[in-house]
């Protein structure tokens, strides 16, 4: 089995449903009912306040991402349902939708925090498809020989211990 690459982690994700379906933090475990996705677990489950260290920053741009894919389908029936739940249950949804900030998501860095590793500082860039027009991938690596870069290695050391001992 090879091993897994330590320094680049990705999430593919279809641009119509980025938002509306896959595309989870790894920490989130959707509620009975509920489809995972970044922007209900911002809002919608307080544990994302320490997943997002840099929280406001995380929220601000979820919902400016959000407004941009609305405005590419604003018949999206489930990107219509997901806006108007949100906006329904969180105040602080509502305030930055009001805004009507839009933002396209390409490159940049992000920090999370792993509840096991402690904080991650990862670069990323989104990648489009040209064979699947909609399809995007977005790719995460970390600086090599940070210490981020550190606890990404010991993370797949994990995983490459548990797919051995499952095997």
């Not at 509620?31 to 929280?55: A, C, K, Q």
Request: aromatic residues 8%; proline residues 7%.
């Amino acid at each position: 089995m090879p091993r897994p690459s330590s320094g680049t982690v990705a999430w593919t994700c279809s641009q119509r449903t980025t938002w509306v379906r896959p595309c989870t933090p790894p920490s989130t475990t959707p509620t009975r009912g509920e489809t995972p996705n970044f922007v209900r677990y911002t809002f919608l489950h307080d544990d994302s306040h320490g997943f997002y260290p840099n929280w406001d920053v995380a929220a601000d741009t979820a919902v400016a991402i959000l407004r941009t894919e609305a405005g590419r389908d604003p018949h999206d029936k489930a990107l219509q349902d997901l806006v108007g739940e949100l906006s329904t249950r969180s105040a602080d949804f509502r305030q930055r939708w009001g805004r009507q900030d839009v933002r396209l998501h390409g490159a940049g860095s992000k920090l999370f925090h792993h509840a096991v590793v402690g904080d991650l500082d990862l670069a990323y860039e989104s990648v489009d498809m040209l064979s699947d027009p909609g399809l995007s991938m977005t790719i995460y690596a970390a600086e090599p020989g940070s210490p981020t870069a550190h606890a990404l290695e010991l993370l797949a050391s994990w995983t490459a211990a548990s797919a051995t001992r499952t095997d």
